[in-house]
């Protein structure tokens, strides 16, 4: 039977190997002995991070991040929808109010329009001529009035002389009589004429109010008709910066489709989104700033929004001196928000510490700062610079203020030079 004969080559192999689990132990066992001595864990200074412990004001302020945004803006929305045919001003231009900014093409839009208005053009003169028609017709009743009315008084004179002359015999009793059967005719018939004219008048006012304000109708009509044609040409409803706007020669745009926004530059707010843990302790009339070229800008609670979405709530905020000369809408801005007034406490900077302990202990450094116990604590509000504290800790107390994650274990360190 054949027996396999490793080669030297393989069998160097499986020493270098050995040889390497050795010494990677003992490197281990060196490492644990230097860095551990009874329940005490050695690290070197120049890793670490100091804090001193001292006695100030705290101001009980917390930092967030605000968005600077205009206090009016216009939002411009195509009124009717078409091509874009010209394109005036481009998207950062100053524009001023009724400044056309472009113009649409609409051929449907176009022909709606004169149809129509050729529509309400034929209606408007058909009710005009009818109206003309009916005080024509009052005309002319009047002109009947007045010729009965001549007519009566020349038979109302013949009627007397008749009657004065059969008195005295002078004429037969049929011609007085057909005299007056003719002045009483016309007696009668005018009469009547005024009974017909007078409710052929209430009537035809009637019907002229309606007329009228049926033309009336109609002409606003066709004024929103011509205005709906004007709204092809997109104009500046404020003055302000175009702070975007979205158009291209040839491009379609449908009806109410956003075009751009008109910013007034004038006055600004900030916007910003808090922890909902702040929810009860933010109120309208509180204080903030931030700094922006070596100047500080004061802010005040404008508005709370409680309505809380991704564990945040909105704050308006608005300034309360001046605003800075080159605030531009969507600009970020660090806010310093004080949620009450300031007070004297005993403060520790804030650090990575409080990560590693969840500030309920900190390894204090002794006076040759040569070791750090540990030692429990009682740390109370923050803000973005330091710790209050509560207990644990005195003025002049150093702490380590980096991170515990690799030692947290340990009770003591020793800090090697």
């Known amino acids: 039977m054949d027996r ?3 080669s030297p080559k393989g069998k160097k192999k499986l020493r270098r190997i050995a040889v390497f689990v050795v010494v990677f132990s003992a490197l281990l066992m060196a490492v644990y002995l230097l860095t551990s001595v009874g329940g005490k864990y050695k690290v070197e200074g120049e890793r670490l991070q100091f804090a001193e412990v001292f006695a100030g004001t705290f101001d009980d302020v917390i930092g967030i991040q605000g968005s600077v945004e205009p206090v009016q803006s216009f939002y411009l929305d195509a009124v009717e929808g078409g091509t874009v045919q010209e394109k005036y001003v481009e998207a950062g231009m100053m524009v001023e109010k009724d ?3 472009l113009k649409l093409s609409n051929t449907n839009l176009m022909l709606d329009f004169m149809n129509r208005e050729t529509q309400i053009v034929e209606q408007i003169n058909n009710l005009r001529n009818t109206r003309m028609q009916m005080e024509l017709n009052e005309r002319t009743i009047k002109e009947q009035l007045l010729d009965i009315a001549f007519e009566k008084q020349k038979t109302k004179r013949q ?5 004065s002359l059969y008195a005295s015999r002078v004429i037969a009793i049929q011609e007085y009589e057909d005299s007056h059967d003719r002045y009483k005719y016309l007696r009668e018939k005018q009469e009547l004429l005024q009974q017909s004219f007078a409710k052929n008048e209430a009537y035809q006012n009637q019907q002229i109010q309606q007329i009228d304000l049926s033309i009336e109708m109609m002409e606003r009509n066709l004024e929103a008709i011509r205005k709906n044609l004007e709204n092809l040409t997109v104009k500046a409803a404020i003055a302000g910066q175009l702070t975007s706007f979205s158009a291209e020669i040839g491009e379609s745009k449908v009806k109410g489709e956003n075009l751009g926004r008109i910013d007034m530059l004038d006055d600004y707010i900030v916007r910003a989104q808090v922890d ?24 005040s609670v404008n508005k709370v929004f409680p309505e809380v979405t991704n564990n945040q709530f909105a704050v308006e905020f608005s300034f309360t001196d001046t605003i800075p000369a080159n605030a531009r809408r969507g600009q970020t801005v660090g806010l310093r928000l004080a949620l009450s007034n300031s007070v004297e406490a005993i403060l520790v900077p804030r650090g990575s510490f409080y990560g590693s302990s969840g500030g309920k202990w900190v390894y204090v450094v002794n006076e040759d700062g040569t070791e750090a116990e540990k030692r429990e604590v009682v740390l109370g509000r923050q803000n973005p610079d330091f710790i209050e504290v509560k207990e644990g800790l005195r003025p002049g107390d150093k702490i380590i203020s980096s991170s515990y994650s690799t030692y947290e274990n340990y009770q003591s360190i020793i800090i090697i030079p």
């Open 99 to 101: 400044q056309p900014l």
């Open 276 to 299: 909902e843990h702040y929810l009860n302790r933010v109120k309208e009339g509180q204080q903030a700033r931030f700094s922006q070229g070596g100047k500080t800008y004061w802010l």
């Open 4 to 6: 396999k004969i490793e």
């Open 159 to 163: 009627y007397t002389i008749d009657t």
